[in-house]
């Protein structure tokens, strides 16, 4: 039991130390006509169904489901290979403001 329970501490401090670049979701700063959804296919039945704006999605929002959608890649996906996912999906969205000299960063697999 000892055992198990330093394995779980040590993986919660490595999974902190690894998504330490990431935002943190919060549902609530997401509004609650997206917070429901879960993946980029959900978002569009939203903003197709609630007559929005693509451009009112929180980014946030957009990562979060990005990377469920993208779970299925054991490899780890990049920072472009997830806004290019987001563009392929949105295309009104502009991805250029949210570039930045991390455009390296690998988030690990699910």
Request: charged content about 25%; hydrophobic content about 30%.
């Amino acid at each position: 039991m000892k055992q198990l329970h330093s394995t779980i501490v040590a993986t919660k401090a490595e999974h902190a130390k690894q998504f330490q670049n990431f935002p943190k979701v919060y549902p609530e700063e997401e509004g609650t006509l997206f917070s429901a959804s879960t993946s980029l296919d959900g978002l569009k039945q939203v903003v197709e169904k609630e007559n929005v704006q693509p451009e009112s999605i929180p980014f946030t929002t957009l990562i979060r489901c990005t990377l469920v959608d993208l779970k299925v890649n054991t490899e780890g996906s990049t920072t472009e290979e997830l806004l290019k996912h987001i563009q392929t999906s949105f295309t009104e969205v502009s991805l250029d403001e949210v570039r930045s000299p991390r455009q390296n960063l690998v988030h690990p697999p699910y």
